[in-house]
Every structure is written in structure tokens, then in C-alpha cells.
């Protein structure tokens, strides 16, 4: 076929009506006509922009569909093959499908399979490589498998022979997994068996020691997989078994990481770190399994990279490796911070005069005691007070070198403090200037109650919340409001807040509910910042809105004026970036009780998508007599729903607070179970966010469940039998 014949009917297609990334897919016949040319910058671009609008990110359309028999003919033509075929692949293997039925773009591309499958005997390797691993992909096993297995018994080439098993065991795990076993022969590459182990556990096969010698025997396997899979084998691999979520798998995963971090060479130890830090990130029981395995490279003359990251994450199980800990932060340089910043949480007692002697030298460290890098998750205790520590950060806040996040991290530190920090007050003054946000929050929680230090506190925080830089003024006024009670000041700057150019104006907003009866005066300010309507509604646009108008029911209770206005910005969800603001929105609700019934379609809408669910909830429950609900709205019903939230790691903190507002009479057995298994199952709940956060917000989402399930069964004396696990 040559590249005319494959572009036959191009124009007959109706390419205006349908849809690609960026809009009408009218640009595809023009893009169509570059990608067979026979400039190679000119396909090379054309192919680019094939990428960008009809698998963009990942995401296919109804144009794509339209576009795979084209792709599939410029392929078989020998046109750009190898490239083409990946492409095809692609497109056959998104589930992210936009403006199309499921599963119709892999359908186009599995119609194409006498092209595809014609490729798999290609006489160049790249291209009978991309052909398989497209084949794969299809979900055609009636076609697609009998050819496979044909080429699995005359092909030679590795990389291929690797495709082939991968894509026999996805086309059918069944058939395919006699193949995945033989190709675990001891005397086979080291492509092939790596490959061969990862079908194996897609096939659902049990672990042995052959999969197990085969993997270790390969180390180090970098590079071993398919180049069209992102991902590192051993990681792969231990991953795998741990999703199985039994006890012999991950009893296998540990061995296999046990074994594995005992080589010495430099290669492998860095995969096994990498794949045991996987672990950790998938399995509650990980951590303390492995440390005993990792505790010893510290005491090796160079650790190796990747062990102190790892220990880092979970630090509230290391305190047996505290010694080597703080040897290796008494030495130099970034590994000496990294030691300590682990040690902060594994043994603060033994980090406390570490970081005092050498404070300017371990940012990282002192970001780790400060509890700065929580990143909004709590951290799970303040870092003890020490004397020789206070010393040094006092020391340390008053040098002018001291800059950046240093002083900020410095001051959160003596706020965990309390008053015991309190001779701190001198410098905390002197660096207001350089820490406007954070130095107000800190005299307040520092300051004693009475003397000079309090007197020079109080006129200090009156001047920059009334003359300061504009970015420190809401923070000043709180905290005098806090210190004293003086409420003029924070009205002032609430006021000027709303006024003005709205940079703080949500802060303003939730600031306007610790003033009390003097926040009456705000009301006129607060109305005239709600009816302004800028033309691009932003998201920190949304939370301010949101916001006043919750403070505004606070003060003055009025529903018909508030009402609408969470329900617009409840309204202006329009998916993930929206998501958290539509949360709060619905979180705000709940404040206003039963005046938010008006509000019950849009929140019934909320409950749709379940991150939203446990918010919505909390506001049903307020807004709604118990008569109402019922069918989709009963409490059973609505528990399923948080849980289903709970279980995806989002919003957990919502999602228990829903559970016990619903109450024990709202769960049922399955119910108690499934919190149950968030409360003691090995598999992680949370998997997403900042990566070294991601275990600690996990471990508290376990303890929260724990204290919500006693908290429901309790009072009834019934105790909920645990789940069977594998």
C-alpha cells in the first residue's frame, strides 16, 4: 500500500463535527497530509501534533477514532511504522476518554489489527516491537492472541520475545501464562525472565522462588522492561505483589527487598532503596519490616543515596537507627542535614543539641523541627523545648544573614514553644520587618503577660498593623486582637482588605469571625465586596467569596442574600481545580443549619462526585429535617458514600467528621468494616500528595479511623470482628 491509497476518504470524513483536545478536529486532514510527506521535520512536527490534540496527556477523543485507520494505513505502508504503531498503541490504551463511548477508540484501533498484526513480522526489530506491544493493547485476544503466540515461537530478537509475553498474558491471562512461565527458564536473558516475573503477577499467578531467583539474578534491571512501560522492574515488582494485598505476597515482597539490599554493588542497592521506598509508600507494615534491612547501610562509610530520604519518611519507626543517625549529623555537609532532619522525628532528644551547635548549617533540619514541612499535614508532636536550642535560634534570628524561609522556620519554632520561649521577644521584634506573616503569630503565642516585653509586644504589633508593609497587617491584628483583646486595629485592616485589591481578602473574610459583636461595623464593607463581579471569577476569587458570605450569616443571619451566593460559587465547580473550593463551599453551608435547605439540589449534585461527598453530607445533615431523608438521601446510603470518599484518600478529615454525624444507626456491617480496614489494613489509603508527607497523612488517616470506630461502637459495647485478609 502505498501513502496515497492510505489516505483514501480523507476528506469524506466529517472532521468539523468532531471534537480533538483543542476543539474542532477541522485542522486533521492538513495534519494527516504533513505526517505522510516526506520532509522528516515536517512529519516529525505533524506527529508532535498528533500527540498534543488526539492523545493529549493520555486523553483520547471522537476524532482520534476517526484519525486510527489512517495511522494504521501510513503503518502498513512503511511510512514512519515503528513511530505510527506506538502511537496506535497509545490510543488503544487510554481509558481517559472525552466526547466518546468507552472503549471506542480501542475498538478503532483493534479493527486495524490485520495492519497491526501484518507489522509483527517486520524485518526491523523497532517496528515488530511497537507492533506487538499495540496488538496488546487492543483487548482482541480472538484475533490478536493465536498470531502472538505464532511469533513467540519464531521471533529471537529479546525486546520482542519480552513484548510477546506482556502482551499474550494481557490479551488473556489464562492463555498467556503457560508462555510467562517457560520464559522464567534459568537459562533464559535476563529481559525476558524480568518480564516474564511482571506477566506472571498480572496473570494472578502465585509467587515462587523462580520468579523471585529470576529477579535477583537480573539486579541490576534498569533498562530490562519494555520501553514503552514507565517504570523500574524491581519496583515493578514488589509493587505488584504488595497490591495483591495477601500475606504470602507481601512476605515475598519483604524477602525479595531483604535479599536484594544485601548486594553491595552500588546498582543494585540504589534499585533496591528505590523499590523499598515503593514499598513503604504501598504498605503499612513495610516500615517496620524493612528498617532492620536498611538501619545497617547507615554504618557503611558512605551511605548510599536514597537511604536517608527513605528514613526520613519514616522516621516515627526509626528510633533504632538513632545512633548512626546522629553520627552521621555530627559530620558535614547535605547527608550530616539530612541525618539530622530524620533524626528531628526518630529521637528529638538527641537532635535538639545537634541542631543548636551547627542551627545555620541544617535548614533542612530545622524546617523538620519547626513542623514546616507538614505541608498542612499536622505534625504528630511539637518539637520538644530545649535551652541550648533557644539559645541558638535567638542567636540565629537576630543575625541579618539569617533570610529566606530560615527566619520564618525559626519563629514557628519558638511558637511551638509557648511562653517558655519568651526570651525570645527581643529578636522576634527586631525581625518583624523580614517575617510579617509568621513573627506576629509567634509573639503572640511567645509574649508573657505583662511587663516590658508584653508592653513593647503590643505597640510593636499596633504599629505594623496599622503602618506596616500591607502583607503583615491582618497577621499583626490578630495577633493583637489575640494579646489584648484591641479589636480596632484587625477591623481596619479587615476593612482596607476588602476594599482593596483582594490579594488577603479570604483571610479578611475568616478573620471577620474572632472579632465578634464589634464585626457588626464590617457589614456595609463585607456587602459591597460581595456584589463586586469581576469578569474572570478566580479560584482565590471563589474561597474569598465563599467566605464572606459565611461571615456575613454569622453577623447579621441573613439567609436570602447569603443562600445564593454559596450556591453560585457551589455552582462554579467545573472539575479537579475547582474541587477544593466547591469543599469548602458546602463545608461553609453546614454553618448556616437549617437555612441551608434551599441549597439541597446543589448539594445533592456535590454527592455525585465523590471527593465532594463527605462536605455535602455535613451540610444535608444541617440543612435538612430527618423527614427528608430518606431515599437517595438516606443515612445509610449517604455513609456508603463518604466511605467510598474515605477510601480514595481525599478529604478524609470530612469524611469521618460525616461518619459520626450520621451516626452508629446509619452503618451497617459492611460499613463497620470497611473503616475498619482503613483503620487496619496494610494497603495505604492516601498515595497521593508530597511525596515525603504521603506516609505520615496515611498513618493519621489510620488513626482517625480508629477513633472514629470507637467512637460509633463504643457506647453499644459491640466490637467489630476484623476482616479476612488474604
Not at 539490599?261 to 513503604?280: H, N, T
Not at 509568621?438 to 511567645?446: D, K, R
Not at 460499613?671 to 475498619?676: A, D, G, S, T
Request: glycine share 8%; charged share 20%; with cysteine.
Amino acid at each position: 500500500m502505498d501513502r496515497t491509497l492510505a489516505l483514501a476518504g480523507l476528506d469524506d470524513r466529517p472532521w468539523p463535527e468532531l471534537d480533538h483536545a483543542y476543539g474542532s478536529a477541522e485542522d486533521l486532514p492538513a495534519v494527516l497530509r504533513a505526517l505522510a510527506g516526506d520532509d522528516p521535520e515536517t512529519t516529525a512536527g505533524a506527529l508532535d501534533e498528533l500527540y498534543g490534540s488526539i492523545v493529549h496527556q493520555g486523553t483520547v477523543y471522537a476524532a482520534t477514532a476517526e484519525a486510527v485507520p489512517f495511522l494504521a494505513r501510513l503503518a502498513a505502508a512503511g511510512h514512519r511504522s515503528a513511530d505510527l504503531l506506538v502511537l496506535l498503541g497509545a490510543i488503544a490504551e487510554s481509558t481517559d476518554e472525552r466526547g466518546v463511548a468507552p472503549g471506542v477508540c480501542r475498538a478503532a484501533v483493534a479493527g486495524q489489527l490485520p495492519f497491526l498484526l501484518g507489522l509483527t513480522g517486520a524485518g526491523e526489530v523497532q517496528v515488530r516491537q511497537a507492533a506487538v506491544w499495540a496488538a496488546g493493547h487492543t483487548a482482541a485476544p480472538a484475533e490478536a492472541w493465536p498470531v502472538l503466540r505464532g511469533r513467540w515461537d519464531e521471533e529471537t530478537d529479546d525486546a520482542v520475545r519480552a513484548e510477546l509475553v506482556t502482551a499474550l498474558v494481557r490479551l488473556d491471562p489464562a492463555r498467556g501464562a503457560p508462555t510467562a512461565l517457560a520464559a522464567l527458564a534459568s537459562d533464559g536473558p535476563a529481559r525476558v525472565r524480568v518480564t516474564a516475573v511482571l506477566a506472571c503477577l498480572a496473570a494472578g499467578l502465585p509467587w515462587d522462588t523462580r520468579q523471585h531467583d529470576a529477579v535477583l539474578a537480573a539486579l541490576p534491571a534498569e533498562g530490562l522492561v519494555s520501553v514503552f512501560e514507565q517504570c523500574e522492574p524491581l519496583q515493578a515488582v514488589v509493587g505488584g505483589l504488595l497490591r495483591r494485598d495477601t500475606a504470602e505476597d507481601r512476605e515475598a515482597a519483604f524477602a525479595l527487598l531483604e535479599a536484594a539490599l544485601r548486594v553491595p554493588e552500588a546498582d543494585v542497592r540504589a534499585e533496591a532503596l528505590s523499590a523499598a521506598d515503593r514499598a513503604c509508600m504501598v504498605s503499612r507494615s513495610a516500615p517496620a519490616r524493612l528498617l532492620p534491612a536498611l538501619l545497617p547501610l547507615l554504618d557503611e562509610p558512605e551511605p548510599p543515596r536514597g537511604v536517608l530520604p527513605l528514613l526520613d519518611k519514616v522516621a516515627e519507626q526509626a528510633g533504632a537507627g538513632a545512633p548512626a543517625l546522629a553520627r552521621l549529623a555530627a559530620g558535614d555537609g547535605d547527608l550530616a542535614d539530612r541525618a539530622l532532619a530524620a533524626l528531628v522525628t526518630a529521637a528529638p532528644a538527641l537532635a535538639a543539641p545537634l541542631l543548636a551547635e551547627r542551627l545555620p548549617e541544617r535548614p533542612l533540619a530545622l524546617a523538620a523541627a519547626s513542623g514546616a514541612r507538614a505541608h498542612g499535614t499536622a505534625v504528630s508532636a511539637p518539637f520538644p523545648y530545649d535551652a541550648a536550642l533557644l539559645h541558638a535560634v535567638r542567636r540565629r534570628l537576630a543575625d541579618p544573614e539569617s533570610k529566606g524561609n530560615e527566619p520564618i522556620h525559626l519563629a514557628l519554632l519558638l511558637a511551638s514553644w509557648g511562653r517558655r520561649a519568651a526570651p525570645a521577644v527581643p529578636e522576634l521584634l527586631d525581625a518583624l520587618p523580614r517575617i510579617p506573616l509568621a513573627g506576629p503569630t509567634a509573639l503572640a503565642a511567645v509574649c508573657p503577660d505583662d511587663g516590658e516585653p508584653r508592653t513593647r509586644t503590643t505597640e510593636h504589633l499596633r504599629a505594623a498593623a496599622l503602618h506596616g508593609p500591607d502583607e503583615g497587617r491582618l497577621s499583626a491584628a490578630r495577633a493583637l486582637h489575640d494579646l489584648t483583646g484591641e479589636s480596632g486595629p484587625l477591623i481596619a485592616a479587615i476593612r482596607a482588605e476588602l476594599a482593596g485589591s483582594g490579594r488577603y481578602l479570604r483571610e479578611a473574610a475568616r478573620l471577620v469571625t474572632v472579632l465578634g459583636e464589634t464585626a457588626g461595623e464590617l457589614v456595609p464593607a463585607i456587602r459591597a465586596a460581595l456584589m463586586d463581579q469581576p469578569a474572570f471569577r478566580s479560584l482565590p476569587w471563589l474561597d474569598a467569596h465563599a467566605e464572606l458570605a459565611a461571615a456575613l450569616w454569622d453577623i447579621t443571619g441573613d439567609a436570602a442574600t447569603v443562600v445564593p451566593l454559596l450556591e453560585a460559587v457551589i455552582r462554579a465547580d467545573d472539575g479537579p481545580w475547582t474541587r477544593w473550593t466547591a469543599m469548602r463551599t458546602a463545608r461553609l453551608a453546614a454553618r448556616l443549619g437549617s437555612a441551608a435547605r434551599p441549597l439541597r439540589p446543589a448539594l445533592e449534585e456535590l454527592l455525585a462526585t465523590p471527593p465532594h461527598a463527605p462536605a455535602a453530607v455535613l451540610a444535608l445533615l444541617a440543612a435538612l429535617p430527618e423527614e427528608e431523608l430518606r431515599g437517595p438521601l438516606e443515612r445509610s446510603v449517604l455513609a456508603g458514600q463518604v466511605l467510598d470518599t474515605a477510601e480514595s484518600g481525599v478529604d478524609t478529615d470530612n469524611a469521618f467528621e460525616a461518619l459520626s454525624a450520621l451516626g452508629r444507626a446509619a452503618l451497617t456491617d459492611e460499613h463497620l468494616h470497611r473503616i475498619e480496614r482503613l483503620a487496619q489494613g496494610d494497603r495505604r489509603v492516601v498515595t497521593a500528595g508530597i511525596g515525603s508527607q504521603i506516609i505520615r497523612a496515611d498513618e493519621q488517616l489510620a488513626t482517625r479511623a480508629r477513633e472514629t470506630l470507637k467512637a460509633l461502637t463504643a457506647p453499644m459495647g459491640r466490637v467489630v470482628p476484623t476482616p479476612g485478609q488474604g
